[in-house]
């Protein structure tokens, strides 16, 4: 744990006042912090616990001792501590309870004469770093270490090399540290750190010498712009049909999709250059007609997280989803056989469904578990088909019900409603107890002018007509 501060003072002036908190918390009172006692001593943080009695309170009085140096206490510092400590006993002719905090910890000969003390007398407190840590998660009730990666991960893909918690003004922070000195600040829950608390930031890159600060945040919103812009690009030379000269390219992206200048673009059509999707023949861009080499990866980035719909269902991107993909997803999935009898719904699935087509092209654990455990039977491999197309309508279903995609799906594939039965059946070991169907209809409706014309999803009673009665009507 680190004690932030502007000066060596500062810091050990912020120690006290979180001990001061952490003592105020465990029901003690009387706090005083740098109080001179008898001799001129000073005591860093004095107090009283009162416990109820028979008759009346007792009172016992604590002192503490707050070392928020960076190098270990040694034993000069130690005596005149467990000094005080006596004198304020022959002073209260009672027990003093005594607490040292020393944060960066105890040199051995100090450790070894706390040991020894022990055995003797329990009026003494030794308290690390460590053991201040524990005390102030419980103080400010801070997220744990494995919330703190999540989020942290949630923002960028830096390999994480420690995590510390410092402390300063009544405020925790999670110091998350990177590789090639760079590290993040987030809050006591895990929230990016706000402007208003900045100025600590000079005092967190003189404790630790972590390099220099990285706003995961921002850093975060670029990589995705990044990956917007390229994608952009993407769809929009599937929509001319596989190639477009550089002006007309960057016209499109600026009026299109977002202002980009012009070293911008460049940087972005260089990255899908790099993945090698695009090719550049002087001012000429074109997806790579290699596509069976780049099929997988190709589709992999432009349907994951951000998808741009403009190029679903156009006819360069259906062209690029044939039978030739079936051998990939095999592969894929470790072994799986897409056998005739549902070759065409796997292709009509993956073509019309983003999301079915990008589960195809991630292993499915319970399809590959098979294959990694050798368990091959007729039984197992025809399991692996029914639970392969069940997971790609799954796909399409919930892509049905994605509003951000109701017109690609309506107005695109000319899909107005899908009719789903189910059926339960309730069996006991020797029969059947009860069975039930019933049917779900879903239709994807157009709203008026006046509500702005969008699409929404819409429940379908059982007894409508079907979608071309209505329109023969």
């Not at 390219?249 to 977002?258: E, G, Q, R």
Request: charged share 25%.
């Amino acid at each position: 744990m680190i004690i932030l501060g502007e000066s060596s003072d500062d810091r050990g002036t912020q120690l006290e006042e979180l001990t001061k908190r952490i003592l105020v918390s465990k029901g003690y009172n009387n706090i005083v912090t740098n109080h001179i006692g008898p001799g001129g001593a000073e005591i860093d943080v004095s107090a009283d616990f009162s416990r109820p009695g028979i008759v009346g309170n007792h009172t016992n009085r604590l002192i503490c001792e707050c070392k928020a140096y960076k190098s270990v206490i040694d034993t000069t510092s130690w005596m005149k501590f467990l000094g005080k400590v006596f004198m304020e006993e022959v002073r209260n002719k009672s027990e003093v309870l005594g607490c040292f905090i020393a944060l960066s910890g105890v040199n051995g000969n100090v450790s070894g004469n706390y040991d020894e003390l022990l055995k003797h007398r329990n009026n003494i407190t030794l308290i690390t770093g460590e053991n201040l840590l524990e005390t102030t998660r419980e103080l400010y009730s801070l997220a744990d270490i494995e919330s703190i990666t999540h989020i942290t991960s949630n923002f960028t893909d830096r390999p994480i090399r420690m995590i510390d918690i410092c402390y300063y003004r009544n405020s925790v922070y999670f110091v998350i540290a990177f590789n090639n000195d760079e590290y993040t600040l987030l809050d006591s829950n895990g929230g990016i750190l706000k402007p208003s608390d900045a100025h600590i930031l000079s005092m967190i890159e003189e404790s630790l010498s972590t390099g220099s600060y990285v706003n995961i945040e921002e850093e975060q919103k670029a990589k995705r712009r990044s990956i917007f812009i390229q994608k952009a690009i993407l769809t929009e030379l599937m929509l001319e049909n596989g190639e477009v000269d550089k002006e007309k390219l960057t016209k499109s992206i600026n009026d299109k999709y977002v202002p980009c200048e012009e070293t911008e673009f460049n940087k972005e059509i260089q990255l899908l250059i790099e993945k090698k999707f695009v090719y550049c023949k002087d001012v000429l861009f074109y997806i790579n007609k290699n596509t069976d080499d780049i099929f997988v990866e190709l589709f992999r980035f432009l349907l994951n997280d951000i998808i741009m719909t403009g190029a679903l269902g156009c006819e360069y991107y259906d062209g690029l989803i044939t039978h030739q993909v079936i051998p990939k997803i095999e592969e894929i999935q470790k072994g799986l056989k897409i056998t005739d009898d549902i070759l065409e719904i796997v292709m009509y699935l993956i073509r019309i469904s983003p999301t079915a087509l990008i589960k195809s092209l991630y292993p499915e654990p319970m399809i590959v578990s098979h294959y990694e455990q050798q368990l091959k039977s007729q039984q197992i491999e025809l399991f692996d088909r029914e639970y392969f197309v069940q997971m790609i309508y799954e796909g399409f279903l919930s892509d049905f019900n994605n509003p951000k995609l109701s017109r690609y799906i309506r107005e695109i594939r000319g899909i107005a409603e899908v009719e789903k039965s189910q059926i339960i059946k309730i069996k006991s070991k020797e029969k059947l107890l009860f069975s039930n169907e019933w049917v779900e209809r879903k239709a994807i409706g157009q709203m008026t002018d006046e509500y702005g014309g969008q699409y929404v999803n819409l429940l379908v009673l059982g007894n409508q007509p079907e979608p071309w009665e209505e329109t023969n009507n």
